[in-house]
């Protein structure tokens, strides 16, 4: 009987997925799509629990000597900042290029229907699988509409703990992200 890995516990159990490569298979199976997102979301999931470990971290190093000067918290802060926005970055790009991946394809078939025009069975068959595209264009839209709640959320519980945090000017793509998530 094979061993079973123990479940992955601590700062670990929620650190994000490596980078996986999204295939148009991905894209189409919206099992698979909600379960790489459901990967993905736990980093927001988990957001007060990562920035308490990461809090702690940053106070023993500090208490070791071997961290750089300046604020714990801000750098906890910033520290949490920044995996955050690299992950959604990296959600923002798969569920833009699933979008695309629905639309290009729905598009095909509806070009393929005009040209099966004598073939009634052609038709309906065509038709079907244009009527499966919009329900998986219809899921992969609304996970952008649950992503931009997903990250309110998870910029509201940065904010209660990180106040006074503002993303360094000289980051150009979190300042985008934070004035975007700032709009009225």
Same mark, same amino acid.
């Given at each position: 009987?094979?061993l079973? $890995?123990p479940?992955? *516990?601590g !700062?670990?159990?929620?650190q994000?997925? !490596?980078?996986?490569h999204v +295939?148009?298979?991905t894209?189409?199976?919206?099992?698979?799509?909600? %379960?790489? *997102?459901?990967?993905? &979301?736990?980093?927001? %999931?988990?957001?007060?629990?990562?920035?308490?470990?990461?809090?702690?971290?940053?106070?023993?190093?500090?208490?070791?000597?071997? +961290?750089s000067?300046?604020?714990i $918290?801000d750098?906890? /802060?910033? =520290?949490?900042?920044?995996?955050?926005?690299?992950n959604?970055?990296r &959600?923002a790009?798969?569920?833009? =290029? /699933?979008?695309?991946?629905? %639309?290009?394809s729905?598009?095909?078939?509806r070009?393929? *229907?005009? +040209?099966?025009?004598g073939d009634?069975?052609? $038709?309906?068959?065509? $038709?079907?699988?244009?009527?499966?595209?919009?329900v998986?264009r219809?899921?992969?839209h609304?996970?952008l509409?649950i992503?931009?709640i997903v990250?309110?959320? !998870?910029i509201?519980?940065?904010q209660s703990? /990180?106040q006074?945090?503002?993303?360094p000017?000289t %980051?150009?793509?979190?300042?985008k992200?934070?004035?975007? *998530?700032?709009m009225?």
């Amino acid at each position: 009987m094979p061993l079973k $890995q123990p479940p992955t *516990l601590g !700062s670990l159990a929620v650190q994000a997925p !490596s980078l996986v490569h999204v +295939s148009p298979s991905t894209c189409h199976n919206l099992t698979l799509f909600k %379960d790489l *997102l459901k990967e993905y &979301r736990r980093l927001d %999931d988990t957001i007060t629990m990562r920035l308490n470990r990461t809090n702690a971290q940053f106070r023993d190093r500090d208490r070791a000597g071997t +961290s750089s000067k300046g604020n714990i $918290q801000d750098q906890a /802060c910033a =520290y949490v900042w920044k995996e955050l926005v690299e992950n959604w970055k990296r &959600r923002a790009e798969m569920m833009n =290029y /699933c979008v695309n991946i629905v %639309d290009q394809s729905m598009e095909e078939k509806r070009k393929s *229907l005009t +040209s099966e025009e004598g073939d009634a069975r052609a $038709q309906r068959k065509t $038709q079907a699988a244009i009527f499966a595209d919009e329900v998986k264009r219809n899921q992969v839209h609304n996970e952008l509409a649950i992503e931009k709640i997903v990250r309110q959320r !998870s910029i509201d519980a940065f904010q209660s703990r /990180c106040q006074y945090f503002s993303p360094p000017l000289t %980051d150009a793509e979190a300042r985008k992200w934070w004035d975007a *998530l700032h709009m009225p």
